[in-house]
């Protein structure tokens, strides 16, 4: 991999990051008035957090089986194939 690709990769991990991290903070923080959360609010983060991640498992193992198909059929369009 190239250096280009090394910082994309990194800006896209931060970005996904971010969004679980204000998504479950969002849906886990229920008390602002403390500084340490809860247990409830701890369980809850730590579930939305593992769901998350879960899921963007099986997103990219899903982009990564479809992807050759794909890049395929974009060069047989490419040479005119149909």
Do not use: W
Not at 1 to 15: P, Y
Not at 51 to 67: D, F, G, R, W
């Amino acid at each position: 991999m190239d250096i280009n690709s090394n910082i994309q990769q990194m800006r896209e991990f931060i970005l996904l990051y971010n969004r679980i991290t204000e998504t479950c903070s969002n849906l886990c923080t229920t008390n602002m008035h403390k500084r340490e959360l809860g247990s409830e609010e701890l369980n809850c983060v730590r579930r939305c957090t593992e769901k998350h991640i879960n899921v963007n498992h099986k997103v990219m193992a899903v982009y990564a089986e479809l992807q050759p198909m794909y890049i395929q059929r974009r060069m047989d369009e490419m040479m005119g194939k149909h």
